[in-house]
């Protein structure tokens, strides 16, 4: 019954042994983890991701980044989850992101950003449905 939303923490935050500290935040911040899975995607899973971008300039460095090695998949739970993350998150470039924010404090790259959390309740519903069909609604 509490919202949930869809995180992957991405190849650059494994190979750099920073999935324990991501994770930690958010469990500090006191959002629960319902699902958490490690990943190689594929390239047609990052197209079904990220549907909305493939067209994009960015796209195709942004799928060889994504497809790189592996990923770490989580759904978390908690009230208006999907916006606590996105504020834990910071802002997508993480040379622009603020201080006190994983990407802020962690990442220097708009595209090697550390995490990718849904943008809302509607893509949350999807994302989850992609990269956990084995949970149940
Ligand atoms: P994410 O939250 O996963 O959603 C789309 C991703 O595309 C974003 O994080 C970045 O990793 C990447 N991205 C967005 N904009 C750019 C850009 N201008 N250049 C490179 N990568 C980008």
Redesign the pocket.
Known sequence: ELPRTFV?I?PDAVRRGLVGEVLSRFERKGLTIVALKQVQVTPELADEH?AE?VE????P??RT??TSGPSVAVVLAGDEVVEAVRLL?GA??GRKAAPGTIRGDLSL?????L???S?SAESAAREIALWFPELEG
């Not at 994009?56 to 796209?59: E, L, N, P, S, T």
């Not at 790259?109 to 950003?113: C, F, G, P």
């Open positions: 992957l991405k990220y971008h994009r300039d960015f796209y460095p942004l980044f994504i998150n997508t470039d790259s708009n595209r090697e950003n995490v990718h959390g943008d």
